[in-house]
Protein backbone atom coordinates (compact mmCIF):
# COMPACT_ATOMS: atom_id res chain seq x y z
CA UNK A 1 0.00 0.00 0.00
CA UNK A 2 1.22 3.53 -1.15
CA UNK A 3 0.47 6.17 0.91
CA UNK A 4 0.94 10.02 0.64
CA UNK A 5 1.77 12.06 3.52
CA UNK A 6 1.82 16.34 3.74
CA UNK A 7 4.77 16.65 5.65
CA UNK A 8 6.45 19.59 7.45
CA UNK A 9 10.35 18.07 6.62
CA UNK A 10 12.34 15.51 4.93
CA UNK A 11 13.84 14.56 8.23
CA UNK A 12 11.76 11.24 8.85
CA UNK A 13 12.05 10.90 12.67
CA UNK A 14 11.56 14.34 12.96
CA UNK A 15 8.94 15.33 10.85
CA UNK A 16 5.38 15.89 11.89
CA UNK A 17 2.04 15.88 9.42
CA UNK A 18 0.91 18.90 8.48
CA UNK A 19 -1.68 21.01 6.70
CA UNK A 20 -1.94 20.82 3.06
CA UNK A 21 -1.38 24.02 2.55
CA UNK A 22 1.57 24.07 4.79
CA UNK A 23 3.10 21.52 3.31
CA UNK A 24 6.82 21.38 2.93
CA UNK A 25 7.37 18.32 1.52
CA UNK A 26 5.33 15.28 0.35
CA UNK A 27 6.13 11.86 2.32
CA UNK A 28 5.23 8.25 0.12
CA UNK A 29 4.84 5.14 2.44
CA UNK A 30 5.30 1.75 1.58
CA UNK A 31 3.48 -0.28 3.64
CA UNK A 32 4.03 -3.92 2.90
CA UNK A 33 2.88 -6.70 5.48
CA UNK A 34 2.28 -4.64 8.64
CA UNK A 35 5.90 -3.05 8.04
CA UNK A 36 6.98 0.41 6.88
CA UNK A 37 9.24 -0.69 3.60
CA UNK A 38 10.26 2.42 2.68
CA UNK A 39 9.95 6.53 2.05
CA UNK A 40 10.23 8.57 -0.62
CA UNK A 41 9.58 12.39 -0.92
CA UNK A 42 8.87 15.06 -3.54
CA UNK A 43 8.10 18.56 -3.68
CA UNK A 44 4.83 17.88 -5.60
CA UNK A 45 1.98 15.03 -4.57
CA UNK A 46 1.40 13.81 -8.13
CA UNK A 47 5.05 13.17 -9.01
CA UNK A 48 6.17 10.41 -7.44
CA UNK A 49 6.53 7.09 -9.91
CA UNK A 50 3.95 4.92 -8.43
CA UNK A 51 0.63 6.60 -7.30
CA UNK A 52 -0.26 6.52 -3.91
CA UNK A 53 -3.62 4.41 -2.88
CA UNK A 54 -4.60 6.50 -0.23
CA UNK A 55 -3.79 9.80 1.75
CA UNK A 56 -3.70 11.10 5.06
CA UNK A 57 -4.84 14.60 6.53
CA UNK A 58 -4.32 16.34 10.24
CA UNK A 59 -8.34 17.36 9.68
CA UNK A 60 -11.35 17.31 8.28
CA UNK A 61 -11.68 20.29 7.12
CA UNK A 62 -8.15 20.23 4.30
CA UNK A 63 -8.97 20.45 0.58
CA UNK A 64 -9.06 16.89 -0.97
CA UNK A 65 -11.00 16.71 -3.89
CA UNK A 66 -7.66 16.14 -5.85
CA UNK A 67 -7.37 13.30 -4.03
CA UNK A 68 -10.49 11.92 -4.03
CA UNK A 69 -10.48 12.93 -8.11
CA UNK A 70 -7.36 10.63 -8.26
CA UNK A 71 -9.19 7.68 -6.59
CA UNK A 72 -7.54 7.68 -2.88
CA UNK A 73 -8.78 7.02 -0.22
CA UNK A 74 -8.52 10.07 2.47
CA UNK A 75 -7.89 9.30 6.14
CA UNK A 76 -7.48 11.44 8.77
CA UNK A 77 -4.73 11.64 11.64
CA UNK A 78 -6.27 13.74 14.34
CA UNK A 79 -4.16 12.76 17.10
CA UNK A 80 -1.12 11.03 15.18
CA UNK A 81 2.02 13.66 14.28
CA UNK A 82 5.03 11.66 13.04
CA UNK A 83 5.19 8.94 9.96
CA UNK A 84 5.98 6.18 12.92
CA UNK A 85 2.32 6.96 14.75
CA UNK A 86 0.60 7.59 11.41
CA UNK A 87 2.02 3.95 10.40
CA UNK A 88 0.83 2.31 13.72
CA UNK A 89 -2.67 3.84 13.39
CA UNK A 90 -2.70 2.56 10.01
CA UNK A 91 -1.80 -0.80 10.87
CA UNK A 92 -4.21 -0.46 13.69
CA UNK A 93 -6.78 0.96 11.82
CA UNK A 94 -6.93 3.79 14.16
CA UNK A 95 -7.32 6.58 11.12
CA UNK A 96 -10.71 7.69 11.00
CA UNK A 97 -12.61 8.30 7.55
CA UNK A 98 -13.46 11.73 6.18
CA UNK A 99 -16.33 13.31 7.67
CA UNK A 100 -17.72 15.58 5.82
Avoid: C
Avoid at 45 to 53: G, Q, V
Avoid at 80 to 88: G, Y
Amino acid sequence: MLVLLPMNSTEVQEAEITKVFDVKVWAQLRIEEGELVEVLHNEKYDAFENWSEAVVVNNDAEPVMDFMNMSMIVLVAHTQKTIDEIVEAYLFRELHDLAY
